[in-house]
């Protein structure tokens, strides 16, 4: 039979144990799949098949098929691959699963529990500094400083834990990458999962949130105030996100060499300075190397107990907010 127009092979004759081939061959790739050929025969006729009936399925599925498609039946290494493409994916690693838990508790108010961004935070799963990050080197720093001038508290992790939040990224930076679509806001119903009883005991007690706040004084209406994610977003970093020292309630006690105190509101710091407003309205400022200040900040303690929320606490708490109407 003419299988091309620059070969031709011609089965003579066949049985379980020997075959004889008639080939005119006119190039070197002929002579290749002409000796595929014959190999695929012998072992196809050993297992039942007879002359006839290859000649038939060669004719039919033309003699490259034929050889791709034995090959691949042949070769246990090929179904092996097939199995590996067709198996389940694994469960998250247990770094991974821990990163979800503290990213949950600290993160997702503001970035999404999928870190696919909310309303007032960006995507991490699409951001340059994760894309750039190997090991923590980018995302670690942005953590534990903060970037008060977009809203974002730091954060004091163990090294541990900062690991398992940047393992999280990365697998979500994948899962983002691997299929279409991205929610990018909260949604309502993500918020309502919180128990207002044990809310209020948590407010009253191990939260602290009493020493504070009071939901006869400060807090009265607030759920009539703020709704939803502002509400949560206003409990857990009550600072604007766009704000500065000077947008800050705190105050600073600046103690000189003289021993003279100056008192004001908190108008300016960085590494190197120290700056207030005193009660005449006069700006003052200070090296820090060359003085002694506090910074007292009613609102530090908002920052500290995010470190301490767990995602059931947080909704709880919010849940009893929303009752103070």
């Not at 050993?46 to 791709?68: H, I, M, P, W, Y």
């Not at 400022?285 to 470190?307: N, R, T």
């Amino acid at each position: 039979m003419e299988l091309s127009s620059s070969w031709r092979v011609k089965i003579l004759t066949m049985s379980p144990h020997s075959m004889r081939l008639k080939v005119t061959l006119r190039d070197s790739r002929s002579f290749v799949l002409s000796l595929c050929l014959a190999v695929l025969c012998c072992s196809q006729g050993s297992a039942g098949q007879g002359t006839a009936g290859l000649r038939a399925e060669v004719s039919r599925k033309g003699l490259r098929n034929f050889v791709a498609q034995a090959s691949s039946d042949q070769d246990p290494r090929g179904q092996e691959q097939a199995s590996q493409v067709q198996a389940p994916q694994s469960s998250p690693s247990p770094q991974v699963q821990a990163g979800q838990t503290l990213f949950a508790a600290q993160c997702a108010f503001c970035h999404g529990r999928d870190a696919a961004g909310g309303e007032t935070g960006p995507d991490l799963t699409s951001s340059e500094i994760v894309e750039k990050d190997v090991g923590g080197n980018e995302i670690g720093p942005v953590v534990r400083t903060g970037r008060s001038d977009r809203g974002m508290p730091p954060f004091n992790l163990t090294d541990t834990d900062l690991a398992a939040i940047v393992a999280f990224l990365h697998d979500e930076k994948s899962k983002a990458e691997s299929k279409p679509g991205r929610r990018r806001n909260v949604q309502p119903e993500d918020l309502q999962t919180g128990n207002a009883e044990e809310g209020k005991h948590y407010f009253n007690g191990a939260g602290g949130c009493s020493k504070c706040h009071s939901p006869t004084g400060d807090l009265a209406g607030v759920a009539n105030r703020l709704r939803g994610l502002a509400l949560l977003q206003r409990m857990l970093y009550p600072k604007p996100r766009k704000s500065g020292p000077a947008d800050s309630p705190a105050t600073v006690i600046v103690t000189l060499g003289t021993g003279q105190t100056v008192t004001g509101k908190l108008a300016y710091q960085d590494e190197f300075v120290i700056g207030l407003t005193d009660s005449s309205g006069w700006y003052r400022s200070w090296f820090k190397g060359g003085v002694k200040f506090k910074v007292v900040d009613p609102l530090e303690a908002h920052s500290e107990q995010l470190g301490k929320y767990t995602d059931e606490n947080m909704h709880n708490v919010l849940a009893y907010l929303q009752t103070l109407r």
